[in-house]
DNA sequence: CAACTAATGCGACTATGTTGCAATAATAAA
DNA sequence: TTTATTATTGCAACATAGTCGCATTAGTTG
């Protein structure tokens, strides 16, 4: 697949998370858009820019998919990934930066990795 | 809340979770009773056994809930976690019985942590 | 065994995500 | 610039996962 044509939907949704580093899921974005684009572009111009590898896309603890611009990662024989994070206060999800390797164990071939976490974010635990 | 009445319900899905190491869905789970209880019922019932500590939940990488008979787990100030993985062909996701522990970052409080693998479980692996 | 009330089944509902199809708009060709 | 082509969009209907109120059923206690 992969990103064919420019289009204004796709412009405007790669602007909101170019202006932030904030993960979003559709619902988060649909919203921030004031419903002015149809749901189900929404759902589809994810998809793409997914497959295009412009964003990435992890499940959240409410399994709720997220998704982010992909960052550039390190490459080696082993599944990597970078954890991701969950204000429980102001429910802001991001891309942590340090990368997690996950070695072959010898029982099974890891293919793919996810790592999610909650808690507190700096900004909250300083109010 | 926890458990107050020990009905057959109750009964015939702490069997099948106890019958094998397996992580369940809701919907597995309700395929696997031959549809003779009612979802809400399944809902109802695995939500209360979470409660309880004898099952936990995590979220699958294709955002659906599952549950697991809850393993003894270490304990300590930091958070800590098993890892769970589902076998791209056999689609089976177990616990993995090696904890990881994750100590507190400076910048922000660690409440909770999810670690979700995939890949080829062992035998998928030897066939 | 009677009384109490937690648990259940039912149906309606919400949230998240998908799909077919006709209309629209981005791009390529003339 | 204009036309032709077809990817993209909006719409509506659908699918799946999960929740909730309420009347009935069935554990539990005395």
Known sequence: MG????T???ETILDIFRQSNEALSAN???ERLH??????????????LEDDGILHSFASMDNVK???LRQDCISSGDVHSHPHFQCTSCNQ?????QEVVF???????IEEAQIFLKGQCNSCLSQ
Do not use: G, Q
Request: hydrophobic share 45%; net charge positive.
């Open 35 to 48: 419903e002015r684009m149809n749901r189900s572009t929404v759902y589809r111009l994810l998809e793409r």
């Open 8 to 10: 204004k939907n796709l």
């Open 93 to 97: 999800v991001v891309c942590l930066e």
């Open 28 to 30: 988060l974005l649909f």
């Open 3 to 6: 990103i064919l044509r420019k």
């Open 103 to 109: 070695p072959t164990l010898n029982r099974m071939r």
């Open 66 to 68: 997220f998704y982010a």
